[in-house]
């Protein structure tokens, strides 16, 4: 090497090493807009993960209640009615729990998973907001472009923490309806936080950092700062030895990969990973039409064991096309569906006294929103119908799961509480009694006829006279004697008496027992 060429490459290295212990005096550049922007786009999307957390939380439970009344709704309707109008009303009811299913299991999950995102995004935003901040607050007054936060133009430093915004520091409400993000924060990672720092910033002459440089000269006394020391949770590296600062590529944080360089980003990228949302489902009953029935496969099978009597397995393999036409048959026609199967009972009219409310009026159901309320409504329809079924035990008129046939119930004259609570035409003629709507109440008892005899409850009068019906050969005494070519009751004003009490003994039974009672047989 000649003696020129020797001395050139010493000048140049000494004029590097010049450069190098500038760089260091001088402290390390201001941190360039590209990251200021990128870090502030994360801060901000994190603090959009609580309410869209909650608000899909809010819309899955929504939808539960939703899918409760709705279920209510019909089991007060089919305890309402009864034989084959009950029970497939009972296969619909099975067909819409089918199509929407509760998510409570799942939600638990989703609520769960929820929180620990949420804890762990706002973290992250807490951190990136209050490393930018600091680095806001490292200015020097009068505008002379020292600090360590770049502004837009890259000319300036942001001089105070007021002049930091959009990253993250507006906490949006929970309450307020927001959509899940997913622009900074992906299923791989932080697509914008890359390695390439930005090249829009105050360089180190003038911003003059010193708390973004490990510099032996502005370090801690005239010591260099040991080790590697990082900002905004690893992200960013301080440069060291008059090199530039670095950054943690972020853009891939699948299986752990930056576990230890950057925890928190970590953290949050599991996070939302462990998130799982809950599937909405169509819950509104009033779009349901026969088809739904028809393709439920439970809906089927309860149709088949309640309207044809099936026992043992069901096999829809083979059952199930026959199953469907039963059903298309059943529930037809199509045009007259809702009106005929899904406005009754989502419209339904219930009694007061059902919902333990005063008056002889009526409770729309429609509308009502009360849970417990609509509960309410459903145990007394319940009870009525076990009532029912009890008092028809006992007379031995009671349903029998089997019975297909046209049953033949005893009748009885209703009475007008027993009519009052019916306000369809259908159920209201079903129980003997007379429809009119333009009156109110609209079903109420046919007007009796007067007679002094009394109704056994067939609908025949007989006579009190236990002797009248006698021949001539069956008239004996003590009760009955033989007079005027007819039998008598051997002692009139007795028997007279007996037979009135009796009569109207029975009757006060008939009464109690058949208050509301409705055959389940009756129409099949």
Known sequence: MSTKHLIRTLLAA????????????????????EQRTQLCAVAEEMATIAPAVATHATEILNQEAERLRTVLKLRIYIQQQTGKKAMLTTVLEQAYTGKCKTSLGTLRKEVATGAAFVDAAAYLAGRIGEALDFLADIHQSGGSAAGCLSTADGRKVVEGRTGVKNCGKERKATATPTTMPATELTSQGFTKLTSTVGNTKVGHGTAL????????????????VAGRPTIVDGYVTLPASGS???????????????????????AAFNAKTA????????????????????????????FWRLLQNGTGKYDDTTTGEQVKKEIETAFQPATTFAKTWLEPALKNKVAKEAAGEEGSGHIELENKKDIDKLHRILNYYTGLAIKRELM?????????????????????????????????????????????????????????????????????????????????????SPDCKWENNACKDSSILVNKKFAVMTASFASLVKIYYFKDFKYFCSIL
Do not use: W
């Not at 000494?14 to 807009?33: M, N, R, Y």
């Not at 950092?209 to 010591?223: A, W």
């Not at 009953?285 to 309860?302: F, P, Q």
């Not at 349903?399 to 005893?410: G, I, L, M, V």
């Open 14 to 33: 000494v004029a590097l090493l010049a450069k190098l212990q500038e760089g260091e005096a001088t402290g390390a550049d201001a941190l360039p807009v």
């Open 209 to 224: 950092c010193h708390v973004l440089s490990t510099s032996t000269k502005t370090g801690i006394n005239d010591q260099a």
């Open 244 to 266: 530039a600062f670095t950054l943690e590529d972020l853009t891939d944080l699948r299986a752990n990969n930056k576990q230890a360089q950057a925890p928190h980003f970590t």
């Open 275 to 302: 998130y799982k949302q809950v599937a909405t489902m169509a819950c509104d009953a009033s779009a349901m039409t026969i088809n739904d029935i028809k393709n439920a496969a439970e809906a089927r099978e309860l």
């Open 392 to 476: 028809a035990t006992v007379t031995g008129t009671g349903s029998n799961p089997a019975c297909t046939s046209e049953a033949k119930p005893s009748k009885k004259t209703p009475t007008k509480e027993d009519c009052k609570e019916h306000t369809e035409k259908d159920a209201c003629q079903n129980a003997g009694c007379k429809f009119d709507g333009s009156k109110s109440p609209k079903c109420f008892p046919e007007p009796e006829s007067k007679t002094e005899k009394q109704d056994e409850g067939n609908g025949k009068p007989t006579s009190a006279s236990t002797c009248a019906d006698k021949e001539q050969k069956d008239c004996k």
